[in-house]
Nanobody
Framework: QVQLVESGGGLVQAGGSLRLSCAAS????????MAWFRQAPGKEREFVAA????????YYADSMKGRSTISRDSAKNAVYLQMNSLKPEDTAVYYC????????????????WGQGTQVTVSS
C-alpha cells in the first residue's frame, strides 16, 4: 500500500523559503507521477507542481513558476518542493500525491494522497 508522509511545513515571513518533503513507501515508483497540491481555507485544492519519478519531466502551476523547484531522491524515496519568495497567498495545506496512471502531470486525479503539511506565510 502506498503511503505518503509530508513534512517541512511551518510559519515563515513573506519573502522567506521553505522546503517540503514527501516520504513515499509501499511501491517501486519508477515512472510514477509525483505531485504537490495545496488547499487554502475556503478554496478548492489546486495543483502546485509535479515530477515524473524518472526526473525527466516537471510541471509547475503558473503561480509557482520561478519560485519553486520540485525534485526527487530515488535513494531516499522522497520528493521535495523548494519554495522561495513566499507570499501570504501561498498559505495553505500542502499535499503530496502519487499516481502510476496519469498521462499529464497536472491532471488532478492522483490516486494516493498524504495527510498534508501546513504552510503559513505572514505578511
Amino acid at each position: 500500500q502506498v503511503q505518503l508522509v509530508e513534512s517541512g511545513g511551518g510559519l515563515v515571513q513573506a519573502g522567506g523559503s521553505l522546503r517540503l518533503s514527501c516520504a513515499a513507501s509501499g511501491r517501486t515508483f519508477s515512472n510514477w507521477a509525483m505531485a504537490w497540491f495545496r488547499q487554502a481555507p475556503g478554496k478548492e485544492r489546486e495543483f502546485v507542481a509535479a515530477i515524473r519519478w524518472s526526473g525527466r519531466s516537471t510541471y509547475y502551476a503558473d503561480s509557482m513558476k520561478g519560485r519553486s523547484t520540485i525534485s526527487r531522491d530515488s535513494a531516499k524515496n522522497a520528493v521535495y518542493l523548494q519554495m522561495n519568495s513566499l507570499k501570504p497567498e501561498d498559505t495553505a495545506v500542502y499535499y503530496c500525491a502519487a499516481s502510476n496512471s496519469l498521462v499529464h502531470l497536472w491532471d488532478p486525479r492522483y490516486d494516493y494522497w498524504g495527510q498534508g503539511t501546513q504552510v503559513t506565510v505572514s505578511s
